[in-house]
């Protein structure tokens, strides 16, 4: 099957002195490492947030006992009134 692709020029070059040096074809290189690449598990590249919660989970939320307009005012005191 025909595709187009765009490779970074550096790559390419690389790939085509790997074919010659191997006597093999661009696509043959092409081939070859997208089966390695596919044959790989795939990386986890998620990052996680560390934890950095204090106090006991099972405490009581403290800001429950406000409404919203409370905690805005709480923390934006007159910067949150528009």
């Known amino acids: 099957m025909k ?8 790559l390419l070059e690389r790939a085509k002195r790997r ?3 191997t006597g093999s074809s661009l696509r043959a290189v ?5 089966r390695a690449v596919l044959a ?5 590249n998620r990052y996680t947030l ?17 409404s919203w307009p409370e905690l805005r ?5 007159d910067r949150g009134t528009g």
């Open 3 to 10: 595709t187009t692709i765009d490779i970074q020029d550096e």
């Open 19 to 21: 074919a010659s040096e």
């Open 30 to 34: 092409v081939e070859d490492g997208l």
């Open 40 to 44: 790989s598990p795939p990386v986890e």
């Open 50 to 66: 560390p934890d950095l919660r204090v106090g006991d989970p099972n405490d009581p939320d403290p800001l429950e006992q406000y």
């Open 73 to 77: 005012e709480l923390i934006y005191g």
